[in-house]
């Protein structure tokens, strides 16, 4: 697709114009930004859409595993993958154990997927890493949030901090 036009920078300005206001729904603001250019403007649309087609596949796929390690977690009871093992132990089957084994993780910077039986020490230890600071950095935002909720009380924040003051707070956490 040749062509002399500024796909990305078209696009972040068309975006930025609908963001605008304080409070917006991404995925209302997407759709309408769609039908608009499927009107008014496809090439932008599909010229946009082909810079960023790797981008969207990466995502979809890293949401497709996401997905899965969610599936199996919020599926399986409190001990039965302990219950799995167990009977793979005693019976040789591991089909009961197939959904936590079948589960791929990122074990490096890179985001190179391995399922758990085919991990090693040092990819079981990265994938630990990342949990461990996920839920640190969770906290962290909850406390933080939860803390401004009772300064701020009925009012709204900036009723209490100016943009600085918050970018300051904010940058202190990390």
């Not at 990305?8 to 068309?14: D, S, Y």
């Not at 949990?131 to 969770?138: H, P």
């Not at 909850?142 to 940058?171: C, N, T, Y």
């Amino acid at each position: 697709m040749q062509t002399s036009r500024d796909y990305l920078t078209e696009m972040r300005v068309l975006i930025d114009s609908k963001i605008k206001d304080d409070r917006y729904i991404p995925e209302l603001v997407a759709k309408q930004i769609v039908e608009t250019l499927r009107e008014s403007d496809p090439e932008l649309l599909a010229g946009w859409l082909e810079l960023h087609a790797a981008d969207f596949l990466r995502t979809t796929i890293i949401s497709i595993g996401r997905s899965k390690r969610t599936h199996v977690r919020t599926t399986a009871k409190g001990k039965s993958f302990r219950a799995a093992a167990t009977h793979a132990t005693k019976t040789g089957d591991t089909k009961p154990l197939q959904n936590f084994l079948d589960v791929r993780y990122a074990v490096d910077i890179n985001g190179t997927r391995k399922k758990l039986p085919d991990m090693m020490t040092m990819d079981l230890m990265f994938v630990a890493e990342g949990y461990a600071n996920t839920a640190k950095r969770s906290a962290l935002i909850s406390s933080f949030m939860r803390k401004l909720a009772i300064k701020v009380g009925v009012d709204k924040v900036s009723d209490h901090f100016s943009d600085e003051q918050l970018l300051k707070m904010w940058s202190s956490l990390s």
